[in-house]
């Protein structure tokens, strides 16, 4: 019998999870500390401002137009700062240069629930940074999706802080197994682009703490991120990089010891912003001033700071050069990544990330001797989609299409990543007739639908950085899909969108697949689900409105105020933002109002079927046990979930494993709770609390299955504030 896997959190073992360590062996911060005591004030000042090459004046000619730069001091032999986006791959590392890996979206990979998959992601795009030479890479965005609308959904990993801290602190420890620095962001409540550097959020810490920071502090425990970068919002009256969360949350709350940079242009102070806790300004250019350059020298001089704590800055900064290998481990530039070697990674995540959310009588997979197949809209000729802004991967054979909406200047085309369903479609069938319609005429569309066997309409939804999106396809692409529906009634969509979308055409339709942005080798991994070479096992990382009026704040935050032009360029006034579902984000938010949405949290469907016994729980170890059957007829793999309520309250998720099993085998499996999931923060005592009382355990498909329950009770517990569980990644017991 093979191996049946469990991946409860992650039982990959700390040596995969954990960074790589540096190869001296002596204190990072000793070393540090004495490498400041050698700088002059100037050389120190140097190291906490930095450019952005792609406007910088006076460029030098070694530093390629790219997302950051801080000249070196090579008289002490520390390099320079050369910083690349994003979290999904090299963006943009040079100008003229487009062959980078793409991995899917940050939804895509958070779908696969399988921690394996983000740190591999994440060290071959560190990897292939590291030969472009670069040595900080600004990836690891863990914004919780609290804002369905937001333009940089997709970016980010989820409404669930389990989930998002444990995926994106893997895709940060595999960055950083590369003697490189990732720099997980935005911190913090970074949930909309709309009105982002003007808008204020309002909530209290306890909130805070149970919810998005808890994402944080996640990452921070999994990777140990060299760096981290302050959001443009403000929080509670402060700008996310003037906020005494730097300070006394990161810092003190978690022992974090790595150097805080803000987000390029997220600037306002000198004095303010020091004291509480920025170590670096960077994209200078985008600010009103240098505030972290003559400026710094001048409130220094003038004893509104000091020295000290411009050691401080410069410390943290060299702390996380030593810690994760930078000094000790230059980049060497010039050392063309081995992209044939790599191009596996994306199409594992994709196919792994590809949530299967409808399939009325056994549409899918496509029957083997199908005559004739529509393909119809997309640009499924071309390519898949991708995400636009600071994030955008631009591999070699990029496809440019005009944005279906006005952009912000700084998205000019939509790109498509060079793999084309249509021609894996072909491949997949050789024998059938396939056919393409760009969808862009309706009647046209019905028309090819209606003479095939089958329809296959593939639908967009383009989201960016810089604009919020509707909870939308773009243009007419309802109407198409509800045309070709009712000319052919074996039509099957295929979604490539950036976030959650109404479906208004749901009941017309066999099947659905969501395939988010699916990457550098999308257009393969489709087939490969549509055609069945692949099992889907994708699970949805957020919850699917059935409309806005479902949503927390059914306006878009800040959509009513007056703005200067439709592109996004001119900010509203400042406004406030209140969240009404606290911490009870997402499903969360659904189970406390009684409200169904059109697709749960978690959420996925199979080839094959999956039932679930013997839940059972460890009160003193805090570890529940079951067992996972596949009773189809098929291998695949499914993705249990435990969901906790503490007394009272909405059922947290505190748990997964994945279960890859052949038809008919059984595998028992072991999830170690994190309390700090099922707990509240107390403020006044700065701990969390694990209410006494009985709490309601459930082992389920999704958010919202029934699934198999069982009561246990617990004794109140607390735990320091600066707790962590000995293993970050939850224990891990599976049979054979």
Same mark, same amino acid.
């Given at each position: 019998?093979?191996?049946?896997?469990?991946?409860?959190?992650?039982?990959?073992?700390?040596?995969?999870?954990?960074?790589?360590?540096?190869?001296?062996?002596?204190?990072?911060?000793?070393?540090?500390?004495?490498?400041?005591?050698?700088?002059?004030?100037?050389?120190?000042?140097?190291?906490?401002?930095?450019?952005?090459?792609?406007?910088?004046?006076?460029?030098?000619?070694?530093?390629?137009?790219?997302?950051?730069?801080?000249?070196?001091?090579?008289?002490?032999?520390?390099?320079?700062?050369?910083?690349?986006?994003?979290?999904?791959?090299?963006?943009?590392?040079?100008?003229?240069? $487009?062959?980078?890996?793409?991995?899917?979206?940050?939804?895509?990979?958070?779908?696969?629930?399988? %921690?394996?998959?983000?740190?591999?992601?994440?060290?071959?795009?560190?990897?292939?940074?590291?030969?472009?030479?670069?040595?900080?890479?600004?990836?690891?965005?863990?914004?919780?999706?609290?804002?369905?609308?937001?333009?940089?959904?997709?970016?980010?990993?989820?409404?669930?802080?389990?989930?998002?801290?444990?995926?994106?602190?893997?895709?940060?420890?595999?960055?950083?197994?590369?003697?490189?620095?990732?720099?997980?962001?935005?911190?913090?409540?970074?949930?909309?682009?709309?009105?982002?550097?003007?808008?204020?959020?309002?909530?209290?810490?306890?909130?805070?703490?149970?919810?998005?920071?808890?994402?944080?502090?996640?990452?921070?425990?999994?990777?140990?991120?060299?760096?981290?970068?302050?959001?443009?919002?403000? @929080?509670?009256?402060?700008?996310?990089?003037?906020?005494?969360?730097?300070?006394?949350?990161?810092?003190?709350?978690?022992?974090?010891?790595?150097?805080?940079?803000?987000?390029?242009?997220?600037?306002?102070?000198?004095?303010?912003?020091?004291?509480?806790?920025?170590?670096?300004?960077?994209?200078?250019?985008?600010?009103?001033?240098?505030?972290?350059?003559?400026?710094?020298?001048?409130?220094?001089?003038?004893?509104? #700071?000091?020295?000290?704590?411009?050691?401080?800055?410069?410390?943290?900064?060299?702390?996380?050069?030593?810690?994760?290998?930078?000094?000790?481990?230059?980049?060497?530039?010039?050392?063309?990544?081995?992209?044939?070697? $790599?191009? $596996?990674?994306?199409?594992?995540?994709?196919?792994?990330?590809?949530?299967?959310?409808?399939?009325?009588?056994?549409?899918? %997979?496509?029957?083997?001797?199908?005559?004739?197949?529509? =393909?119809?809209?997309?640009?499924?000729?071309?390519?898949?989609?991708?995400?636009?802004?600071?994030?955008?991967?631009?591999?070699?054979?990029?496809?440019?299409? %005009?944005?279906? =909406?006005?952009?912000?200047?700084?998205?000019?085309?939509?790109?498509?990543?060079?793999?084309?369903?249509?021609?894996?479609?072909?491949?997949?069938?050789?024998?059938?007739?396939?056919?393409?319609?760009?969808?862009?005429?309706?009647?046209?569309?019905?028309?090819?639908?209606?003479?095939?066997?089958?329809?296959?309409?593939?639908?967009?939804?383009?989201?960016?950085?810089?604009?919020?999106?509707?909870?939308?396809?773009?243009?007419?692409?309802?109407?198409?899909?509800?045309?070709?529906?009712?000319?052919?009634?074996?039509?099957?969509?295929?979604?490539?969108?950036?976030?959650? =979308?109404?479906?208004?055409?749901?009941?017309?339709?066999?099947?659905?697949?969501?395939?988010?942005?699916?990457?550098?080798?999308?257009?393969?991994?489709?087939?490969?689900?549509?055609?069945?070479? @692949?099992?889907?096992?994708?699970?949805?990382?957020?919850?699917? /409105?059935?409309?806005?009026?479902?949503? /927390?704040?059914? @306006?878009?935050?800040?959509?009513?105020?007056?703005?200067?032009?439709?592109?996004?360029?001119?900010?509203?006034?400042?406004?406030?933002?209140?969240? /009404?579902?606290?911490?009870?984000?997402?499903?969360?938010?659904?189970?406390?109002?009684? =409200?169904?949405?059109?697709?749960?949290?978690?959420?996925?469907?199979?080839?094959?079927?999956?039932?679930?016994?013997?839940?059972?729980?460890? $009160?003193?170890?805090?570890?529940?046990?079951?067992?996972?059957?596949?009773?189809?007829?098929?291998?695949?793999?499914?993705?249990?979930?435990?969901?906790?309520?503490?007394?009272?309250?909405?059922?947290?998720?505190?748990?997964?494993?994945?279960?890859? #099993?052949?038809?008919?085998?059984?595998?028992?499996?072991?999830?170690?709770?994190?309390?700090?999931?099922?707990?509240?923060?107390?403020?006044?005592?700065?701990?969390?609390?694990?209410?006494?009382?009985?709490?309601?355990?459930?082992?389920?498909?999704?958010?919202?299955?029934?699934?198999?329950?069982?009561?246990?009770?617990?004794?109140?517990?607390?735990?320091?504030?600066?707790?962590?569980?000995?293993?970050?990644?939850?224990?891990?017991?599976?049979?054979?």
């Amino acid at each position: 019998m093979r191996k049946t896997l469990a991946l409860p959190l992650l039982a990959l073992g700390l040596a995969l999870a954990a960074p790589a360590p540096a190869q001296d062996r002596t204190d990072p911060d000793a070393r540090a500390a004495a490498l400041v005591a050698q700088m002059t004030r100037a050389e120190k000042i140097r190291l906490v401002h930095g450019h952005y090459p792609n406007i910088m004046a006076d460029r030098p000619d070694d530093v390629p137009q790219s997302a950051g730069y801080v000249p070196g001091i090579p008289r002490l032999g520390i390099p320079a700062q050369r910083m690349t986006d994003a979290s999904l791959g090299v963006s943009a590392a040079h100008q003229h240069e $487009h062959d980078n890996t793409a991995l899917p979206s940050g939804l895509a990979l958070a779908a696969s629930f399988d %921690p394996r998959i983000a740190y591999r992601g994440g060290k071959t795009i560190g990897s292939e940074a590291r030969t472009r030479g670069f040595n900080v890479m600004l990836a690891g965005g863990v914004n919780l999706v609290r804002e369905p609308r937001g333009g940089r959904n997709f970016e980010y990993a989820g409404e669930d802080a389990l989930l998002a801290g444990t995926m994106v602190g893997q895709s940060v420890a595999g960055i950083q197994s590369n003697h490189i620095v990732a720099t997980t962001k935005h911190f913090a409540l970074n949930a909309q682009d709309l009105g982002r550097d003007v808008l204020n959020v309002v909530m209290d810490e306890a909130t805070m703490r149970e919810s998005d920071l808890l994402a944080f502090q996640k990452v921070i425990e999994i990777a140990d991120p060299g760096a981290i970068m302050c959001a443009y919002n403000k @929080v509670n009256g402060d700008y996310a990089c003037e906020s005494k969360m730097l300070t006394d949350i990161a810092r003190k709350d978690w022992g974090w010891k790595g150097w805080m940079m803000s987000d390029w242009g997220a600037v306002y102070s000198t004095v303010k912003a020091v004291r509480s806790g920025l170590d670096q300004e960077m994209g200078e250019e985008l600010d009103e001033w240098v505030w972290f350059g003559g400026m710094l020298d001048d409130a220094i001089d003038s004893g509104a #700071l000091s020295e000290t704590q411009l050691d401080a800055m410069v410390s943290r900064i060299l702390r996380s050069y030593y810690a994760h290998g930078v000094m000790d481990n230059p980049v060497q530039p010039g050392v063309r990544p081995d992209l044939a070697a $790599h191009a $596996h990674v994306p199409l594992e995540a994709a196919r792994a990330g590809i949530v299967l959310l409808k399939n009325e009588g056994n549409a899918l %997979p496509l029957a083997a001797g199908a005559r004739s197949i529509a =393909v119809i809209g997309g640009a499924a000729n071309l390519g898949v989609y991708s995400g636009g802004g600071s994030s955008q991967v631009k591999p070699e054979g990029i496809v440019l299409l %005009p944005p279906p =909406v006005p952009a912000p200047s700084f998205i000019r085309a939509i790109y498509l990543h060079p793999s084309a369903p249509l021609d894996a479609i072909r491949a997949a069938a050789p024998q059938a007739r396939v056919s393409y319609d760009n969808g862009r005429t309706i009647a046209e569309a019905v028309e090819a639908a209606r003479g095939a066997d089958v329809a296959l309409v593939f639908a967009s939804q383009f989201t960016m950085e810089g604009q919020d999106a509707a909870m939308a396809l773009d243009g007419e692409q309802d109407a198409l899909i509800a045309a070709v529906a009712a000319a052919n009634p074996n039509t099957i969509v295929v979604l490539e969108t950036g976030a959650a =979308v109404k479906m208004p055409w749901l009941g017309d339709v066999r099947a659905v697949i969501e395939a988010w942005y699916p990457g550098g080798r999308g257009g393969e991994a489709i087939a490969d689900v549509l055609f069945g070479r @692949v099992n889907p096992s994708g699970r949805l990382p957020v919850t699917f /409105p059935a409309d806005e009026s479902q949503l /927390p704040n059914p @306006v878009h935050p800040g959509s009513l105020l007056p703005r200067g032009n439709e592109l996004g360029n001119t900010q509203p006034e400042p406004f406030d933002v209140t969240y /009404p579902e606290g911490a009870d984000i997402g499903y969360r938010w659904y189970d406390k109002t009684g =409200v169904t949405p059109l697709f749960p949290f978690g959420f996925g469907l199979s080839y094959t079927s999956f039932a679930y016994s013997g839940l059972s729980f460890d $009160h003193g170890r805090l570890t529940a046990r079951f067992t996972v059957a596949n009773t189809g007829a098929r291998e695949g793999t499914d993705t249990p979930q435990l969901y906790l309520a503490p007394p009272g309250e909405q059922a947290r998720l505190v748990g997964w494993a994945r279960a890859e #099993l052949a038809p008919g085998e059984s595998g028992s499996y072991s999830v170690t709770i994190d309390p700090r999931f099922a707990a509240t923060f107390d403020v006044a005592s700065r701990q969390w609390v694990l209410r006494a009382g009985e709490y309601r355990l459930r082992l389920a498909a999704h958010a919202g299955d029934p699934g198999q329950a069982i009561t246990i009770t617990l004794p109140r517990r607390t735990y320091a504030v600066d707790w962590q569980p000995e293993d970050p990644l939850g224990a891990f017991d599976g049979d054979d």
